[in-house]
């Protein structure tokens, strides 16, 4: 996710920007740029030198003209497009008169380009961004001022944004919208009175402590000592004032009181964003991004996973979405043990890495690997331009934004979500599933960051079932079909952060052996929510229980059946199937983010582990 700054008015521009922008650093970004405003011109300037772009902006800014009397900033983490200067934003239009920085993603980026470009507009960046300007570029050639310009470009934008765009046609003016991505204004204390505008609270936290803060498709003008705020169509709105008491730590944080918690918590938006543009409201999939085209895709015969961690439970869960909506077979191994064991690939396998960082070296000798075998090699990563996705013939990204937290959650999910995309695009080019399922699944698949939104509220459900667990230094975790995967991830989780012993198996393998060390107190913690094996995962449930085990269940809302076999349930709303891992995980990230808490562990930076594990 990308952070923006804006301010008009008072003798501080500069400061004010760049120290904005260092204040966004938290959140990671692989270039930043900053267009001001100065006699009667916007003048521009840009870096990408990942993380030494802010210094490098720094320098450069150090030439500015001086006095700019406004200006809009910007912190990137690339989504379209590799992390370039040219790329950077803030994206002029044609005549260099109209600057836009933009957090979000157009979902209609590729038509309106192309409508652009008949009309003579000249791209020179490869973002969805640019469009916004050349866009509002049109509206002020026909002669409409600024704000009504931005007004009319974005009812023709799909998608989501936090938007500022300054003009040099009004000194002194910025207009900002939203729909979907947050955004933040205020007037600053003090004698300067700049008129503020951010993605993030802390950018101008040092200036104030008041923000109105923008719902969807509100439009805000920036003027020194004022704001106005309208809808769409330009009729005034009040908006929402906020007063924040919070440090500076805790407003990075989002008010939480750790990353890990605050990731959770932008889970259903990392799932709409991964989604976003790629399942069509048709019904049908797009994934023109891919770099594979369809006719090499329609030679697949085998599709191989290849991932870590928590990366490989998504990849597990995919191998069951593969296998059912596209026939073929799916094979998923531990990228560390892939390339040891000879595995049979050759131009028709179609090797997918899973890599929330894309820079993990097991997974990436594991693609490297099956690509001098001669295999179709793509990645999914939430990081643009990573290692893998330079190496790999194809890749879909993940758009969960930064994930500072070392246990993977909103990563997780996106990767689960993208993995789940990919698996009905693949069937849509085979034609192995017909395009009615297609159309319900994606339908279904629309519906799930609602649904995780309702399980998150659900925390202090978790919190109250954990806080009985928090001398237990054992547990099981059992699944069956998909639910097997999510008790792998919960189990990890539980190990990861809250330093417990947490073996995970599917259900049935119980009996070949686990079921031995079921004693009374025992705690066996499993996803029973409805899916085909549900009456068997029951049984399972009955087996420990009446071995004396104590038995937390993930039920699916009102299961009265599932929470009779229970000491303790933690619900979760129904999904279909294929899709409920991405709602049934939620609980036991909870869960085990709880326990941790209740240790008093650092949940963001857990002992011996890193973000990126770059050794084999
Ligand atoms: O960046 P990657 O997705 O390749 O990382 C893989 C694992 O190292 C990662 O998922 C790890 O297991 C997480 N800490 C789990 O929370």
Known sequence: ????????????????????????????????????????????????????????LRKVVESAPAAPIGGIGHTRWATHGHPTERNAHPHLDCTGGVAVVHNGIVENCRE???????????????????????????????????????????GRLRGSFALGVVSAAEPGTIVAARRVSPLVVAIADGPGGEALLASDIPAILGRTRTFWTLDDDQVVVLQPGALSVTDLHGAPVEPAVLHVDWDLEAAEKGGHDDFMSKEMGEQPRAVQDTLRGRALPDGTLSLDELRIDAAALRQVDKVFIVACGSSFHAGL??????????????????????????????????????????????????MRHAAAEGARVLVISNVVDSSMARD??????????????????KTHLAQIAALEILALYLSQVHG?????????VLQSLQAVPGLVAETLQRDDQVAAVAARFTEVRDFFFLGRHVGSPVAMEGALKLK?????????????????????????????????????????????????RSRGATVVLVANDGDEDTAAMADHVLWVPPVPELLSPLVDVVPLQQFAYHLARAHGFDVDRPRNLAKTVTVE
Not at 123 to 141: C, G, N, P, Q
Not at 533 to 541: A, I, P
Request: glycine fraction near 10%; hydrophobic fraction near 45%; include cysteine.
């Open 1 to 56: 996710m990308c952070g923006i700054i804006g301010v008009t008015g008072g003798s501080e521009v500069v400061d004010i920007l760049l120290d904005g922008l260092a204040r966004l650093e938290y959140r990671g970004y692989d270039s930043a740029g900053v267009a001001m405003q100065v006699d009667g011109k916007l003048w521009r300037a840009r870096a990408a030198t990942g993380t030494r772009s802010l210094d490098d």
């Open 112 to 154: 309106l380009t192309a409508a652009l470009e008949r009309s003579g507009h000249v791209m020179t960046s490869d973002t969805d961004t640019e469009v916004i300007a050349h866009l509002v570029e049109e509206e002020l050639a026909g002669g409409a001022g600024l704000a009504a310009a931005v007004r009319s470009a974005l």
């Open 317 to 366: 869960v995919a191998k069951y979405a593969i296998e059912r909506w596209l026939r073929l077979p799916a094979e998923i191994d531990i990228a560390s043990e892939f390339r040891y064991r000879d595995p049979v690939l050759d131009r028709r396998t179609l090797v997918v890495g899973v890599s929330q960082s894309g820079e993990t070296v097991d997974t990436l000798q594991a």
């Open 392 to 409: 790999a013939d194809g890749v879909l990204y993940t758009r969960a934004g930064p994930e500072i937290g070392v246990a993977a959650t």
């Open 432 to 440: 192995s599933l017909p395009a009615a399922e297609i159309a319900a």
């Open 496 to 544: 990861e952060i809250a330093y417990v012993r947490a073996e995970a198996y599917p259900a049935g393998e119980l009996k070949h052996g686990p079921i031995a060390l079921i004693e009374p107190g025992t705690v066996v913690v499993a996803v029973a929510t409805r899916n085909r094996l549900w009456e068997k995962m029951l049984s399972n449930v009955a087996e420990v």
